[in-house]
């Protein structure tokens, strides 16, 4: 146990930026947990890890790693990390140790994502340039935040932040969730992520499960609350 409380750091994923966590700041800040949001580069499984773990590392006293979608892969990797005490999964990828997110969702039945995303490319100094996705905006809404007003969602739709193509396939270094306790929150309306991935990654690493019946994709933006409540939940119990 330590004597004190851990920093939350929160990572969002593809497709959003870490504003769509600020609900769940303004619950931890009143609730005195110190909490940062940093900048998800979204540019490679490894890299995005390596700087996640890096700014934990940064950190004086222990962290609690929060992960939203493709950021539940990055903590996965980044949470070995020697301050993190715990990881809590958000709608998220947990992924074993020499996984792909390409291996683990193709165990269960695409998500309608797969069909409606868009290609676009970027240059890469040196190279050929490559490809990164965003979503459809007219698709947007539906896959990715169901229960978030539709001013809301129309402005998510064009602010969204592209994922390099090649994160799907890059396999991840390590698995913390084998060595730090973890907590899992289950989108069960998510179209972006099959529900069905989230649970099965849940429970091969033993999580602490909360399912919220009918939370789209973005549950981080529609119920604050409830996401806020269970990372309070990890903090309690690893402070």
């Keep these: 146990m330590t004597t004190t409380a851990p920093t939350v750091v929160l990572v969002h994923g593809a497709f959003a930026d870490s504003a769509s966590w ?16 940093p900048p998800n580069p979204l540019r490679g499984l490894a890299a995005d890890a390596a700087y996640v773990a890096s700014v934990a590392a940064q950190i004086d006293g222990p962290v609690v790693l929060v992960g939203h979608s493709y950021g539940g892969a990055l903590i996965t990797v980044a949470g070995v990390t020697e301050n993190v ?3 809590v999964y958000v709608a998220a990828y947990a992924l074993e140790e020499g996984e792909s ?11 309608p994502l797969a069909s409606n995303l868009k290609q676009w490319t970027y240059p890469v100094e040196g190279g050929d340039p490559a490809v990164e996705v965003t979503i459809a905006a007219d698709a947007f809404p539906s896959i990715f935040a169901a229960d978030v007003p539709a001013d809301v969602t ?10 390099a193509a090649a994160a ?25 992520i099959n529900p069905e991935v989230e649970r099965f990654g849940a429970k091969r690493a033993g ?33």
């Design 154 to 163: 129309k402005a998510l739709a064009v602010a969204q932040r592209p994922l």
């Design 85 to 87: 005490v715990g990881l």
């Design 168 to 192: 799907f396939e890059e396999t991840a270094a390590a698995a913390a969730w084998k060595t730090k306790p973890s907590w899992a929150l289950v989108a069960g309306a998510d179209e972006a």
């Design 207 to 239: 999580a602490t499960v909360v399912e919220i019946e009918g939370a789209s994709h973005a549950v981080a933006v529609s119920q604050p609350k409830e996401v806020a409540d269970l990372i309070r939940e990890a903090v309690r119990a690893t402070s």
């Design 22 to 37: 600020s609900g769940v700041i303004a619950e931890l800040q009143a609730h005195g947990i110190p909490v940062i949001a």
């Design 101 to 111: 997110l390409g291996e683990l969702q193709g165990r269960f039945p695409l998500s």
